[in-house]
């Protein structure tokens, strides 16, 4: 039987110090579809009701946290502008959005850009036409890395045991070196090692990757890898869609234009890319 999350003991607690606590409670707060309860926020990080709500009071204290309607928290006005600050001050992002705009313009889909923190991908930036259906990735959502376009794209760009270790894969000398734990979040995620693996080789030959369905249903994303001088992966830039809107077909003629749009930005921090040229209409390039 699982316990109340306000019934759990102190001793459980005590292997998260302080600081741990409160970046866990400041990472739930500023999850999408706040403001948060109390009540979301302790079963989120599997703190006691007592211990969140003293850390909220405290980040409401200096501005990190901001009392809303019905005992629940949003963030505060100080670190809403700590976060504005910080994007603002980006190098990629001041290059990227140019580049989104004239991507999301040129496809009439979503266009957005992603880092990586371990084994995640998360959104930064968005540029999304007007629609009446909204994509669930916003920015601030994460997402496993193997189960996303950006994710499968910058996946595709590291050395193949830095890629292992993102993914959480086992000791090379252990009984199964092979075994990853990937968990399903549609039919179509791609939780077999071997399917994973073709698939992020493919994205390295042609440039981009694509997921088809394995974050959400019925829906499709084209992603392609930035690089900086020295050629490393520091995020990437993609495209989404519904499934219907973003076909097969389509994915022919987005994926050439992503790449292109993901290496100019490379281009721009001094990353050695191929030729641009020019691509058409069929994605080929002139």
């Known amino acids: 039987m699982v316990k109340a999350v306000n019934t759990r003991s102190v001793d459980q607690e005590l292997v998260k110090g302080p600081v741990d606590k409160a970046l866990e409670v400041l990472d739930a707060l500023v999850?999408?579809?706040?403001?948060?309860?109390?009540?979301?926020?302790a079963r989120r990080t599997g703190l006691t009701k007592p211990t969140v709500h003293r850390h909220l009071r405290t980040m409401a204290e200096y501005g990190?946290?901001?009392?809303?309607?019905?005992?629940?928290?949003?963030?505060?006005p100080r670190l809403l502008g700590l976060a504005a600050a910080a994007l603002s001050d980006?190098?990629?992002?001041?290059?990227?959005?140019?580049?989104?705009?004239?991507?999301?313009?040129?496809?009439?889909?979503?266009?957005?850009?992603?880092v990586r923190h371990a084994s995640e991908a998360v959104y930064l930036e968005q540029s999304e036409p007007a629609r009446e259906y909204r994509m669930s990735t916003r920015p601030?959502?994460?997402?496993?890395?193997?189960?996303?376009?950006?994710?499968?794209?910058?996946?595709?760009?590291?050395?193949?045991?830095e890629a292992a270790?993102?993914?959480?894969?086992?000791?090379?000398?252990?009984?199964d070196p092979d075994?990853?734990?990937?968990?399903?979040?549609?039919?179509?995620t791609l939780t077999d090692p071997a399917a994973l693996r073709a698939v992020l080789a493919r994205?390295?030959?042609?440039?981009?990757?694509?997921?088809?369905?394995?974050?959400?249903?019925d829906v499709r994303s084209v992603a392609a890898p930035v690089l900086d001088a020295e050629g490393r992966a520091v995020g990437a830039l993609g495209i989404s869609g519904l499934t219907f809107t973003l076909d097969s077909e389509s994915v022919e003629v987005f994926g050439p234009m992503v790449r292109a749009a993901?290496?100019?930005?490379?281009?721009?921090?001094?990353?050695?890319?191929?030729?641009?040229?020019?691509?058409?209409?069929?994605?080929?390039?002139?």
Request: a negative charge.
């Open 64 to 76: 990190f946290a901001e009392p809303a309607e019905g005992g629940s928290y949003r963030p505060g």
């Open 179 to 188: 075994a990853l734990d990937l968990e399903a979040r549609t039919p179509h």
């Open 31 to 41: 999850r999408p579809g706040g403001p948060h309860r109390l009540g979301e926020i």
């Open 262 to 286: 993901a290496r100019t930005v490379s281009a721009a921090l001094g990353a050695r890319t191929p030729a641009l040229g020019v691509v058409d209409a069929g994605g080929e390039r002139a």
């Open 140 to 161: 601030g959502h994460r997402s496993p890395l193997y189960a996303c376009g950006v994710g499968l794209a910058m996946l595709s760009a590291l050395p193949p045991e």
């Open 90 to 114: 980006s190098r990629v992002l001041e290059l990227g959005r140019p580049v989104l705009a004239d991507l999301r313009r040129r496809t009439g889909h979503v266009a957005f850009y992603a």
């Open 165 to 175: 270790a993102a993914l959480g894969a086992p000791d090379p000398a252990g009984p």
């Open 203 to 217: 994205a390295a030959l042609c440039g981009y990757a694509v997921d088809d369905e394995y974050d959400e249903p």
